[in-house]
Structure formats: structure tokens, C-alpha cells
């Protein structure tokens, strides 16, 4: 059990660039989740994957973000025309299936826009 | 939705003191409780959950949550504070989305410090 994977740790850009995120579950874990920690808060959810279908994504995920899990292993997150309120640290988490199993989440990704 | 508050900022306890992180929560139906902790720069590691059975549920690290119902809480425990257990606690409750979404809804998180 190698744990969630995350790159990069740090991304800092300037306001208006791409950035894109990846993150590696566990590799046995079919469902994938995404979520949003801002500076003295608990994460918030963003999108949920089983296997390869995108099958929820919050109201916080504007048009900007698109994220994706395309052979239902690695998952990338991608956030077009950053804006300063995007700077957070960006969670990735996975699970098994089953209604009570835990999610297990990687380091993140902090994003800082300049 | 589901959610859980956690009404405490910051938890101050001496090394070999007994540690208590509150949270309480606010459900419909049966809740799916879990206590996650978080050191610097770091993502979220799992404690323990309770989904059913005893009110009781012994964790990692030697952690332990109660569980109770009549006073909707989930405080999380441990009988001898470490100094390497100050850290950041989160409780979460799974807030069931569409297709089987276990998406979770997190407190803001206490901060425990445990002074030598």
C-alpha cells in the first residue's frame, strides 16, 4: 500500500494560467474524490469518480474546473484562468467501495496564485 | 445535508493529560462518523469511524471516540496526551451524495497543542 500520490506539492502561478493536478490513488481503491482546504477550514468536497465516470461534482467547482479519471486510475485536476480566491490546498482522496469505508487522502497540492 | 460542528478553536493539554476533542453532528437518518488528524503540510490521516455497533470505537495511535446518540456527539479521545499528537483534528460525517457519493463534510478543525 504505496498511499495516494500527489503532484506536484507546491504549485505557485500567476493569476489568469492553467494548472493541472494529479493524483494517484490506491491502486485497488475504485472511487476518487477531490477536495478543496482553504487556510483555517475543514476540505470541502469538489467531484467524486467511480472507476472512469465523473458521477457528482459540487456547486464550488465552477466552469473552470474540469477534472478527470480516464482509465479509472490516475485523476487530474485542472483549473483554467486561475483567479486569486483559487489559492487552497487541493485534496485528492480515494476508497474502496462499501458505504463505510474511509477515505485515505494524499499530501496535496497547495496552490498559490500570485 | 449532514454536517458536524466542532465548537472548540484550540485544545491546550499537558503531555500525559487526558485529551478530549469535541464534535457533535446533524443528521437525517443513521450517521457514518469519522475522525480524521492533520500535521503540517500534510493531507488527512484516518483515525477511526463508527457506522454501527458499539458506542465505543478504538482507533489508531490510541484514539478512541464515543458515540452519543441522545446528545448527538462523537468527541474524540485519548487517556495520555503525547507530545507529538498536537495536530490538527478534523471530524467528518458522510454526507451521501447521488450514485453512491460517500462525500464526506468536514468540521473547521481543532487545533490540539500538547505542552511538555
Known amino acids: 500500500d504505496t498511499g495516494v500520490s500527489q503532484d506536484p506539492r507546491h504549485k505557485i502561478t500567476k493569476r489568469g494560467q492553467n494548472v493541472t493536478f494529479r493524483c494517484d490513488p490506491i491502486s485497488e481503491h475504485n472511487r476518487l474524490y477531490w477536495y478543496r482546504q482553504t487556510l483555517g477550514q475543514g476540505p470541502e468536497f469538489l467531484t467524486y469518480?467511480?472507476?472512469?465516470?465523473?458521477?457528482?461534482k459540487s456547486r464550488l467547482l465552477s466552469d473552470r474546473f474540469s477534472a478527470e479519471r480516464p482509465k479509472g486510475s490516475f485523476s487530474t485536476l485542472e483549473i483554467q484562468r486561475t483567479e486569486q480566491g483559487d489559492s487552497a490546498m487541493y485534496l485528492c482522496a480515494s476508497s474502496e467501495d462499501g458505504s463505510n469505508q474511509p477515505q485515505h487522502f494524499g499530501d496535496g497540492t497547495r496552490l498559490s496564485i500570485l | 445535508a449532514q454536517s458536524v460542528a466542532q465548537p472548540e478553536d484550540q485544545v491546550n493539554v499537558a503531555e500525559g493529560n487526558p485529551l478530549t476533542v469535541k464534535c457533535t453532528y446533524s443528521?437525517?437518518?443513521?450517521?457514518?462518523l469519522f475522525w480524521y488528524v492533520q500535521y503540517p503540510n500534510r493531507g488527512l490521516q484516518f483515525l477511526l469511524k463508527?457506522?454501527?455497533?458499539?458506542?465505543l470505537v478504538k482507533g489508531s495511535y490510541g484514539f478512541e471516540a464515543e458515540f452519543n446518540k441522545s446528545q448527538t456527539s462523537f468527541h474524540l479521545k485519548k487517556p495520555s496526551a503525547l507530545v507529538s499528537d498536537s495536530a490538527l483534528y478534523f471530524c467528518?460525517?458522510?454526507?451521501?451524495?447521488?450514485?453512491?457519493?460517500?462525500?464526506?463534510?468536514f468540521g473547521k478543525g481543532n487545533q490540539v497543542v500538547v505542552i511538555p
Open positions: 469518480f467511480q472507476n472512469e465516470a465523473q458521477l457528482e
Open positions: 467528518a460525517v458522510r454526507d451521501m451524495g447521488v450514485s453512491g457519493n460517500n462525500r464526506l463534510a
Open positions: 463508527y457506522i454501527t455497533g458499539d458506542n
Open positions: 443528521v437525517s437518518g443513521n450517521p457514518y
